[in-house]
T-cell receptor
Framework: DAKTTQPPSMDCAEGRAANLPCNHS???????VYWYRQIHSQGPQYIIH???NNETNEMASLIITEDRKSSTLILPHATLRDTAVYYC?????????FGAGTTVTVRA | DTGVSQNPRHKITKRGQNVTFRCDPI?????LYWYRQTLGQGPEFLTY????????KSRLLSDRFSAERPKGSFSTLEIQRTEQGDSAMYLC???????????FGDGTRLSIL
């Protein structure tokens, strides 16, 4: 599976959009981009995934560049409960390979 | 709640003892996964079941570890002769198919005294 690169941390103001970048320059054509988040002492929570097209659900939007070498997770209106570690993962078969993720802190 | 359920949530045991954890996946999910997470790290893949068949075991899973999924429903993960290095959060996830999202339980936190 392709490796991903994420910034180690970022802050966001409550009520504003949070844009989380992820680089995956070695992604293959059949590999999906998945986003999970993990709040302290809980299991990872699935957010969204995509292959080529942009995706949106009730939690977030996923923007994948045309060359698929990078993506951005958008939390449209961040709340304090969105404070968590966010993982960008490229999935080829069935094994999720979690990196260090981005620690997102939403501030009031 | 129809999510993934893991029991117990916490387990404290002495070094050398055997422990067993249970995972109940989301009903109708025939894929089941075990991961291990140590403090400050992301989860690491341990093993994978498709129905009752264990299709892959990570090299992280030494011969002291065994996982089963009888009848393709719940799964158990057993650790024999526990060591200090086994202290971690053990996470279970399930999915409908390989490229469908994996949904995680809240894990079993194991502490070895």
């Amino acid at each position: 599976d392709a490796k991903t690169t994420q910034p180690p941390s970022m802050d966001c103001a409550e009520g504003r959009a949070a844009n989380l970048p992820c680089n995956h320059s070695t992604i293959s054509g059949n590999e999906y981009v998945y986003w999970y988040r993990q709040i302290h002492s809980q299991g990872p929570q699935y957010i969204i995934h995509g292959l080529k097209n942009n995706e949106t659900n009730e939690m977030a939007s996923l923007i994948i560049t045309e060359d698929r070498k990078s993506s951005t997770l958008i939390l449209p209106h961040a709340t304090l409960r969105d404070t968590a570690v966010y993982y960008c993962i490229v999935l080829g078969d069935y094994k999720l390979s979690f990196g260090a993720g981005t620690t997102v802190t939403v501030r009031a | 709640d129809t999510g993934v359920s893991q029991n117990p949530r916490h387990k404290i045991t002495k070094r050398g003892q055997n422990v067993t954890f249970r995972c109940d996946p989301i009903s109708e999910h025939n894929r089941l996964y075990w991961y291990r997470q140590t403090l400050g790290q992301g989860p690491e893949f341990l093993t994978y079941f498709q129905n009752e068949a264990q299709l892959e075991k990570s090299r992280l899973l030494s011969d002291r570890f065994s996982a089963e999924r009888p009848k393709g429903s719940f799964s158990t993960l057993e650790i024999q002769r526990t060591e200090q290095g086994d202290s971690a959060m053990y996470l279970c996830a399930s999915s409908l198919q390989d490229h469908q999202p994996q949904h995680f339980g809240d894990g079993t936190r194991l502490s070895i005294l």
